[in-house]
């Protein structure tokens, strides 16, 4: 009896000490140690806030979908959110980020300066900062993620010259249409496109034309814009366009005036539209990023900074306001023309189904699509 009595004991000591075993936090999830190891780590939270979805589509058709992608496969917790160009909302955002227990903020910023603010609180806080595809000047972000943004500039600029060389023309008038003259990228694009194209001015073998910088990339005012710029000179030959969104915005005003396929304009994304331009000869060029690997950089960056990792970067870049040297990763642009559309649609980053939809559908084919 003595013996039956016992070994209830311990039948319900075992019990206990089971429920026990699986009383942890309520969606956590822990690996069982092995013998003689310490349990493992919890990797913290990564916070990425991206800045509109106006300026380019990339920013949610491609950038939150790699990313996402990439944090899943590592199994972190992660929140992407979008401040849609209002740096209120930016400022909200990683607040609340840091508050619900970001360890690692990735930003897109909107300008240095709240990038800046954004990044000195998080730092104050504790938590690791990366600039994302954008260098905060003078937010001494610990990482910086991006392409080679001189190199983007410079394939624009060739792409433009070989195009009007195509068009023969001779001492063409070229217009500029830059980027926001609060985004680094757009100073690193100028300095790239005039590398190549003020040699020319110079020499007179082109004319330089108007020169304006376009407010927060709004596709909008660069419509209003390159239509004054029309007006103007009316002989514009050429058209510098910082990405896509403002190459259609002038390509929008050329075929008012039956000029469409004429006047070359360049871009940059690789967006659908702008592919779509180039196939029916209205878009000159554009620069294609393939945003998968810019995306699975930073990726690796955050997950290893959530796990209490100091990653190495490849490379390094100055910030021209501190000097300081900035560890980053740069990413390798790619000019696209009709005859390598098709290399887009290979890597996966546009589908055919997408991209040749109704008279695309015959352009495609004469561009080797398949």
């Known amino acids: 009896m003595r013996k039956g009595i016992l070994s209830l004991t311990a039948a319900a000591a075992a019990l206990a000490l089971g429920l026990t075993a699986c009383g942890g936090d309520s969606g956590q999830t822990t690996t069982p140690a092995a013998s003689g ?3 493992a780590a919890k990797a913290g939270k990564i916070g990425v806030i991206l800045p509109d979805s106006k300026s380019s589509a990339r920013w949610e058709t491609a950038d939150r979908k790699y990313l996402e992608e990439a944090f899943k496969a590592a199994g972190v917790e992660y929140d992407i959110q979008n401040a ?11 607040d609340q980020m840091i508050t619900n227990g970001a360890t690692v903020l ?7 300066g709240t990038g800046k603010t954004v990044i000195d609180k998080a730092k104050s806080q504790g938590v690791a900062t ?6 905060t000047l003078g937010g001494g972000a610990a990482y910086y993620v991006s392409f080679d943004n001189n190199k983007v500039g410079a394939l624009q600029g060739e792409g433009l010259s070989k195009c009007l060389a195509d068009k023969k023309a001779d001492k063409p008038i070229v217009a500029y249409l830059n980027g926001s003259p609060t ?17 020319k001015f110079d020499s007179g073998e082109y004319v330089k034309g108007p020169d304006q910088a376009v407010p927060d990339w709004d596709n909008t005012q660069a419509g209003t814009i390159f239509e004054q710029m029309l007006t103007e000179q009316p002989k514009i030959a050429g058209v510098l366009s910082a990405n896509d969104g403002l190459g259609n915005a002038a390509i929008t005003v050329l075929k008012k005036n039956n000029l469409n396929g004429k006047v070359p304009v360049t871009g940059q994304d690789a967006t659908v539209q702008g592919l779509q331009n ?3 000869g ?6 294609y990023k393939a945003v998968k690997k810019e995306a699975d950089a930073g990726a690796k960056l955050a997950v290893a900074l959530a796990k209490g990792e100091k990653p190495t970067a490849s490379s390094s870049v100055k910030d021209p306001e501190t000097g300081q040297d900035v560890p980053a990763e740069l990413m390798e642009p790619q000019g696209i023309y009709f ?8 890597d996966g980053y546009v589908t055919k189904e997408e991209l040749c939809t109704g008279d695309f559908a015959a352009k495609c084919t004469e561009a080797g699509i398949q």
């Open 183 to 199: 985004d680094n990228n757009a100073t690193l694009f100028k300095e790239g496109y005039d590398g190549v194209l003020k040699p």
């Open 130 to 135: 990366i600039d994302y595809d954008r260098l």
């Open 278 to 280: 180039i196939l029916a």
């Open 106 to 112: 990735m930003i897109v910023n909107l300008d240095s």
């Open 84 to 94: 849609q160009n209002d740096k209120t909302a930016f400022q909200t955002i990683a």
């Open 37 to 39: 190891s310490a349990p």
């Open 339 to 346: 005859d390598n559309v098709k290399d887009v649609v290979a």
């Open 282 to 287: 209205d878009q000159c060029m554009t620069v």
